[in-house]
């Protein structure tokens, strides 16, 4: 009986496990035939992800939507692209914009257009177009903030852009420049005849002014609503197909530099977060992934399945930020003796392993950037804040602060306890606070952990003055005021108005205030200086003009100094843009290039790189 | 005359609990910490934007978060609900909601009401061999595969087969509903592929309510199995069809209502499902919402997937007097 069981139901299980295996089968020679690299005739494909515009399902392939589906640097050409220089925002690398002149003022910038540039559609890129897609930027509230107040059409390919006369801001070049170009036929039929006289009447003050910029309002959410059905594209690639997770790019020949693009078309894949990018490599399906953080054994698999590390430095660090009201991180020893305690190795090594390298130490800047505001010998003449219980020690007790049993205890005599704050989901920094959870616990002063359940909730409670030391972004470049600005600027209550600085309370809604840092500060070696002010002056020192570079470089040389002797938040570690290539597929990645490396891959084909195998 | 009226009735209830969701989600949403616009900005900079482009993708949204107070609002949402106008998304910067909905609910749907007619054929038809044959070695195996499944939470079957067959052996696709690259139509490739990309999403439902329908059908089979009717029907000779007729109609009743309740489970199962496979569908956009404290959208999403799930519970419940005389009595 047995026997016969046996014989009989095992032809019946190959015929249940010919089923699933056949529907596998076929499901990976269909997979692997929609996912290949090369179509047919030697076509390649390029698969990439777009970090900053992800494919969003019902999202219109309008660049001026806050979330769309469209992909700079393939589709979406801008007149130029941030060369992500730390000391000078304006570095661009020319996109539509062939080449270009500021005035010695720094106030007129004479654009030329690239004399071949076309529209997906056959049409040339001309200067009316760029008058056109500027009448949009001024829509879209972009162009204000670096005081644009005319576009003039000197002839087909040049467009002259000045600034509002008196006005004298030294990010105009980059404010311009690193802006969306659309076609006039598409978006021209948005805006009313009038919009120049809406635009100027916006620049003035008083009734009219407002009415103005109400009107301009009212017509930029016209344009951020506009789905156009095709996409008309300047850049290497136009969207040919697209759905609710991929898009499919092909070649635009009418680009100006098409012969550098190599490859015939691009698949664009959609993602949701870190996850989906690690699958994605350790399947082998991208040429090329954007920044994405990961742990040391992910890292592991991604470079196993044929991943290569691309690093390139990026603007932007992590610290320990302290609200100055809340007692007693007001007292300068105490966020110094902190900054002892904490080993920044060792939290980088947990919360950041692969895109994080340790702060040198802490100055509000990224250590790679230091040697670009300061010498050789200031670098050196920095505090660097290595781990040293003793010194912590030493200052917390010059501070009246007590030691009891091993616990700190406030000159109030009350037990001085700690509670980090930090959002649920964001493993590096979590990862990184139970290092300091542990080291500040060891040293005598009981930390916990506090999580917000997500990032809004964070933001929402740290700007109500909910958390006395928090996690928060600094140094974000490039350029020398947004670095600063995340410490001294809306953050820290700052918020200039014309000529005026004000400085807003915790609360108010005028400003995102939780610093709140004192006005002035006194550093040995360089007097009673105000941060703030400093910071804001960063905003008017031409950079165009002789001696502008040397200017503002002394600003920042005093708030570097200032910020690495006053601690008003400890850096933790420093980001680095790691991004992978695969190179099965396609070769020459812009490797040590670090401006293209900082664009999207589109940025680098027009530049002659990425070529199929 | 009778069922007409009760399904007035049906309806003017499923309306009432549709503006009670309606009105609770609105003023929930709203009691969230959090600012679009901020959140907008912050997220820009975590994904690589420098400040200055940051800020230039999020000046606008300012013009469309709500100012008005909140009765103010409340009034108008309803207003807008009542021309079936769900309002406009704050994140997406004034594209019409319903456009967003209508655009992510296809793939919801498909998958939902796929996972659900998968499970349900193989977890009945398994419950039914596992009560005909549960004093057999085959009759266990079935009933502790489904016990083991029932056990296991729907993230962790969906983590565990995403990482199998999509990294480990990438044999299916995921991260969309279809390959881009083929034309949409009624053509085998575009079905193969709107297949091939579903099929792990729905497997995972599947599998994650599989183990239920078994337990119950086992149950629902083995209850009947002892009724009288059942013992009285062989007596009279009737033939084993006929009486399988008999048991298949009796267990499948509290199958029914079950099978109604799970179409909620299932839609709010989307969310996980769709997050872990990156499918575009209503879980995915809703979360979505809910990360960018985009109020109209989170408030327009749940609002479907709600009323979706009232009008699927009063059709079982009509449906359910079809299939059992004895309720229509009542």
Known sequence: MKSRRTHVMNPRRTRYLAVPAAILAAAAALSACSSSAFAGGGQATFTAIDETTPITVGAPMNPFNATNNTFPGYDIENLGWTANDPANSNQTLPGLAQTWTLSPDGTTLTVHLQPKAGWSNGKPVTASDVRVSAAIWFTQSY??????????????????????????????????????????????????????????????????????????????????????KTDISAGPFAIARINSGEAELVKNKYFYAASNIRPSEVLMLHYSGNQQIWSYMQAGRLDAA????????????????????????????????????????????????????????????????????????????VSSALSDYLSPGQVSGLNMYPTDPAKATALLKSAHFTQKGGQWYLPNGKPWTITLSNVSGFSDWVAGSSVIKSELTSFGIPTSVKLAPDYATYLTNLYKGSYPVAFWLIALGPGAYSTFSRIYGTYDGYVPSGARLNRYPTGNAAADNFLNTPNSVSVPGLGTVSPGQLTNQLTSVNLSGSGGIAQQNAIMAKLIRATNYTVPVIQLWDYINVQFVNSKRFTHWPIGNNALLNASPGVWMTYGYVHPK | MRLARRLGIKLAAGLVMIWLVASGTFFLVRLMPGNPVTVAYENDLMHGMNPNQAKAATALLYGFVPRQPLPVQYGRYLWQLAHFNLGRSISYEGVPVSHIVAAAAPWTVIMVLSGILVSFLIGVSAGVLAAIRRSTKFGDLLSVSGSLLHGIPQFVIAILLAYAFTTIWAIFPFGAPYDVTIAPGWNLPFIWSLITHAFLPVVAYALSSYGGWLLTMKSSVISVLGDDFILAAELRGLRPLTVARYIARNAMLPLFTILALSIGFMFGGSIFIEEIYDYPGLGYSLLESIGKRDYPLMTGTFLIITTAVIFANILADLLYGVIDPRVRRI
Not at chain 1, 183 to 193: C, H, I, Q, R, W
Not at chain 1, 201 to 211: E, L, V, Y
Not at chain 1, 212 to 222: C, D, E, H, P
Request: no cysteine; hydrophobic share 45%; charged share 10%.
């Open chain 1, 143 to 228: 162009v204000q903030a670096y005081n644009l107040g005319s576009v003039k059409v000197i002839n087909a390919k040049t467009v002259q852009f000045t600034q509002i006369p008196g006005s004298s801001n030294n990010q105009f070049e980059s404010g311009i420049l690193q802006n969306p170009v659309v076609p006039a036929s598409e978006y021209g039929k948005l805006l009313p005849a009038s919009i120049w006289s809406i635009i100027a009447a916006s620049q003035g003050t008083g009734k009219a002014a407002a009415a103005a910029t109400t009107q301009l309002t009212t017509i930029g959410k016209k344009v951020t609503e506009f789905a156009p």
């Open chain 1, 290 to 365: 954007p920044y994405t953080s990961m742990p040391t054994n992910v890292l592991n698999q991604v470079v196993a399945a044929g991943n290569t590390k691309v690093v390139a430095p990026s603007l932007v660090a992590v610290a320990l930020a302290f609200d100055q009201k809340v007692y007693p991180y007001g007292i300068p020893a105490v966020r110094q003796a902190l900054a002892y305690v904490i080993n920044r190795q060792a939290v980088q090594r947990v919360g950041e392993a692969v895109s994080g390298i340790p702060s040198k130490t802490t100055t509000g800047v």
